[in-house]
C-alpha cells in the first residue's frame, strides 16, 4: 500500500494568515493526488484534484502544487470557515489511501 | 448536482453482516464513472474500503476484500456495501461516493451513516 503522511498534525493559525500543509507519499504518484477538507459531522469536500487543479466552487484561496512524492496545499489568507481538518489522497493505485489529516484551529 | 444518500441499520450485532446501500439522483449511475464506499471509525481517517464501474468490475481494499461485496443495481441506480463477519473496530460512518475514472478523486459524497457493531 502506499503511505500518505501529512504534517504537521494539527495547526494553530489565525483569520488572514497563510497556511500550508504537506503530504508526503511513500512512493511516486506522479500527480494522482487529491485534497478534501472535512468539517464536524460532515462528508469530506474536494477541494483540489491531480494535485493542483481547483475543483468547481472551491475559492481561489486554495492552492495546491507537487508532483512525485511531495505535494502542499496553500490556503492563502485563512477565512473562518476554512478552520476544519484537511485529508490528502493518492488515486495513482488501488488500495486508494488517505493522510492522517491535519486539524486546522483558530489561534 | 449529483445527489447521493446512504441508508441502512445503524445497529449491527458482531458477526453478522452490515448491508448499506447508496441511492444516486440527479445522475444516471450507468452512464459512466465509479462509485466507491469509504469509511471513517469516530475520531479517525478515511479509509477506502471499494469501487464499482457501472459495468459490474469492482475494486477492493486487500485489507478488508475477504468481506467485503459491492454490487450495483441501475434499474434503481444505486448501489450496495455488504461487509461480513463483523466487529467492533467495524464501527464507522460510512460514506459512499463518487469516483472520477481519470484522475481518481471523490467528487459526490452522501451525507455518511453512522454503523454500531455491538450486541
Known amino acids: 500500500d502506499i503511505q500518505m503522511t501529512q504534517s504537521p498534525s494539527s495547526l494553530s493559525a489565525s483569520v488572514g494568515d497563510r497556511v500550508t500543509i504537506t503530504c508526503r507519499a511513500s512512493q511516486t504518484i506522479s500527480s494522482f493526488l487529491n485534497w478534501y477538507q472535512q468539517k464536524p459531522g460532515k462528508a469530506p469536500k474536494l477541494l483540489i484534484y491531480?494535485?493542483?487543479s481547483l475543483q468547481s466552487g472551491v475559492p481561489s484561496t486554495f492552492s495546491g502544487s507537487g508532483s512525485g512524492t511531495d505535494f502542499t496545499l496553500t490556503i492563502s489568507s485563512l477565512q473562518p470557515e476554512d478552520f476544519a481538518t484537511y485529508y490528502c489522497?493518492?488515486?495513482?493505485?488501488?488500495?486508494?489511501?488517505f493522510g492522517q489529516g491535519t486539524k486546522l484551529e483558530i489561534k | 448536482q449529483v445527489q447521493l444518500q446512504e441508508s441502512g441499520p445503524g445497529l449491527v450485532k458482531p458477526s453478522e453482516t452490515l448491508s448499506l446501500t447508496c441511492a444516486v439522483s440527479r445522475y444516471s449511475i450507468s452512464s459512466g464513472y465509479y462509485w466507491g464506499w469509504i469509511r471513517q471509525p469516530p475520531g479517525k481517517g478515511l479509509e477506502w474500503i471499494g469501487s464499482?464501474?457501472?459495468?459490474?468490475?469492482?475494486y477492493y481494499n486487500p485489507s478488508l476484500k475477504s468481506r467485503v461485496t459491492i454490487s450495483v443495481d441501475t434499474s434503481k441506480n444505486q448501489f450496495s456495501l455488504k461487509l461480513s463477519s463483523v466487529t467492533a473496530a467495524d464501527t464507522a460512518v460510512y460514506y459512499c461516493a463518487r469516483r472520477i475514472a481519470v484522475a481518481g478523486q471523490f467528487d459526490y459524497w452522501g451525507q455518511g451513516t453512522l454503523v454500531t457493531v455491538s450486541s
Open positions: 464499482i464501474y457501472d459495468s459490474g468490475s469492482t
Open positions: 489522497q493518492q488515486s495513482y493505485g488501488t488500495p486508494y489511501t
Open positions: 491531480a494535485a493542483s
